[in-house]
């Protein structure tokens, strides 16, 4: 039966083994993979440079399939693009554990040059591969994924000098895959996390970093968050120490700036006082304008949204979103865009009206979630996810899992902050859920319209199409 229970060396063991064996890789050498981080210096050690950072921190995101031009592409970033951290995002093929496919692929990339897959197969470089990247770069670099079942990449990366892991159970399930059980990818990290936690007992902290933005979509901020307080407990209960609780961009600065103050403020009441909490603010991650300089637009809001939140990391954007995975060139201008907003409005004083009002409201709903979480699972935080989900009392909008209602439909009010539509059954106190119906009530009123779902649609094309929020007839070209 799934327990929120720490995994014992007997356990980690014989999960290694198995893993192991899904693609021929080579017993493992915990202790010289710990004296290989020993000897890391201390600007490749991720959550120290994270943690001590005195402004935010900007990281890409970036992946190819070949050892030689990921490293091209990350020193790019680093130099060009000025990048603090910098990525190595994985491809399709490994997320779902078929590494005969992504080898397959890697050699069909280095035969004719072309990234025939469409990110770093870091299983099939292997130990060796994955250090060669570390020593190749100044900056520290995370492991960016999306995978169900991490076991395997956490294993080859972790030896292989990486000391930072995105994603979690929930946000790399929900918003990822169809058919896995969630208490099915609970188990699968929590070996993840223990791995990472043993790491850390021997003084390697390894970050972890739950996929705060989800499906990406309109998701309203209470949900993502208690999602991510979720998935670090988990890792807490493994041993980790180091946690980065992440939140996408919705496009509204009050409710983006108040979002990501009660994340932290939640992040530190929630997990252990041992845990090192921090932040990370993803750039807005909808659909983008075709037009570069109006992409850029889009960038720069969220670097403003940044400077006044201050979290402690920021995953940026480039201007040519639309088209796809960007060149290296423009994934550096995206970096530079949102460090010179960010910089300069650093030097400000800017005070928002409504941020306390709206932090207080997103942490009154997060805290509602949470609660019901806590009581299915008779404070077991592990089976209360699990029934929460099953039950709807927990859910993400536009969710393609099976282990989600998906139920809950969000839209705009007429601020421009995500609010629900419809709730299905998520666990939300009715004085809360007033507050949604009626604010998107006021919309409606003021579009002469009925509180609909075609305010979802609308809401879903505004920013690509130069707008906050999808106006009946409106233009944004």
């Not at 951290?85 to 990339?109: F, H, M, V, W």
């Not at 076991?151 to 990486?162: I, K, N, P, Q, Y």
């Not at 009715?430 to 006021?442: A, E, G, I, N």
Request: charge should be negative.
């Amino acid at each position: 039966m799934l327990r929120d229970t720490r995994l014992s060396g007997e356990d980690l063991s014989r999960i290694d083994e198995k893993i192991r064996a899904d693609w021929s890789v080579e017993e493992i050498d915990f202790e010289e993979a710990v004296a290989y981080h020993d000897s890391l210096p201390r600007s490749k050690q991720f959550a120290r440079v994270l943690e001590d950072a005195d402004r935010p921190l900007l990281q890409p995101r970036a992946g190819v399939p070949r050892l030689d031009d990921q490293i091209t592409l990350l020193r790019h970033l680093e130099d060009a693009g000025r990048a603090d951290l910098l990525p190595t995002t994985i491809d399709s093929y490994t997320r779902d554990n078929e590494y005969e496919k992504a080898q397959r692929g890697l050699e069909e990339a280095r035969e004719s040059g072309d990234d025939t897959l469409n990110g770093f197969p870091a299983v099939n470089h292997g130990v060796e591969g994955c250090r060669k990247l570390i020593e190749s770069v100044d900056a520290p670099i995370e492991v960016r994924h999306g995978t169900p079942d991490a076991r395997l990449l956490a294993a080859v990366t972790f030896a292989g000098g990486f000391q930072s892991f995105e994603g979690g159970p929930i946000s790399y399930n929900i918003p990822y895959t169809k058919e896995h059980e969630l208490a099915e990818t609970i188990e699968h990290w929590q070996f993840v996390d223990r791995l990472a936690g043993a790491y850390t007992e021997r003084g390697v902290t390894i970050n972890r970093e739950p996929f705060g933005p989800l499906t990406g979509t309109l998701v309203p901020p209470s949900i993502a968050i208690a999602v991510g307080l979720v998935e670090g407990m988990l890792a807490a209960t493994q041993g980790v120490r180091s946690v980065t609780l992440g939140y996408g961009q919705v496009g509204n600065l009050v409710q983006d700036i108040a979002a990501l103050r009660a994340l932290r403020e939640l992040g530190e009441e929630y997990l252990p006082d041992d845990v090192t909490v921090t932040t990370v603010f993803h750039e807005w991650m909808g659909g983008f304008p075709p037009d570069e300089a109006r992409a850029s637009g889009v960038i720069a809001l969220g670097a403003a949204t940044a400077a006044i939140a201050e979290p402690d990391k920021v995953i940026t954007k480039s201007p040519q979103e639309f088209g796809g995975v960007p060149t290296k060139e423009a994934n550096a201008e995206g970096l530079r865009t949102t460090r010179q907003l960010i910089d300069m409005m650093r030097e400000q004083d800017i005070t928002l009206d409504g941020v306390e009002r709206e932090r207080e409201f997103v942490e009154k709903s997060a805290r509602s979630l949470m609660d019901t979480i806590l009581e299915l699972g008779d404070e077991d935080v592990a089976q209360g996810v699990v029934e929460a989900f099953e039950t709807g009392k927990l859910d993400v909008p536009f969710a393609p899992s099976d282990s989600a209602e998906s139920a809950v439909l969000p839209a705009r009010d007429d601020d421009g902050r995500v609010r629900i539509l419809q709730f299905g059954d998520l666990a939300l106190d009715p004085d809360l859920r007033d507050v949604h119906t009626d604010r998107l009530d006021r919309r409606a009123r003021a579009e002469n319209r009925d509180r609909s779902f075609q305010m979802v649609a609308d809401d879903v094309d505004a920013i690509s199409e130069g707008r906050l929020i999808g106006r009946p007839g409106g233009e944004g070209a």
